[in-house]
């Protein structure tokens, strides 16, 4: 098993930034991909970002304002996040895989934390 616990969100103004990090424990194994996705009141789980060994993939929604980190010897990926809008308002979701390769989709993911909300004002 993987356990992930996000943290970093919180209430910040249109425009301004923010870093959720994502502590994995448990199973987890540094080469594995990772995923950050999220989800808006009434809307489905989107995809932001995902990082896998041969590198990171972003939602073109947040291409050039979000980035996608992991420092492997804390077992920690981060999403810096710059230039909020209030359309990035939404739960935000770290989640793990158990293979190495990228995937851009909820269901090819194992293992979720438990969210961190991210309210952007305008």
């Known amino acids: 098993q993987v356990q992930l616990v996000e943290s970093g969100g919180g209430l910040v103004q249109a425009g301004g930034s923010l870093t959720l990090s994502c502590a994995a424990s448990g199973r987890a194994k540094e080469n594995n991909a990772m995923g950050w996705f999220r989800q808006a009141p009434g809307k489905e789980r989107d995809f932001v970002a995902t990082?896998?060994?041969?590198?990171?993939v972003y939602a073109e929604s947040v291409k050039g304002r979000f980035t996608a980190s992991r420092d492997n010897a804390k077992n920690t990926v981060y999403l810096q996040m710059n230039s909020l809008k209030p359309e990035d308002t939404a739960v935000y979701y770290c989640?793990?895989?158990?293979?190495?390769?990228?995937?851009?989709?909820?269901?090819?993911?194992?293992?979720w934390g438990q969210g961190t909300q991210v309210t952007v004002s305008s």
């Open positions: 990082i896998a060994w041969n590198g990171i």
């Open positions: 989640a793990a895989r158990s293979v190495r390769t990228a995937a851009l989709r909820s269901e090819n993911y194992e293992y």
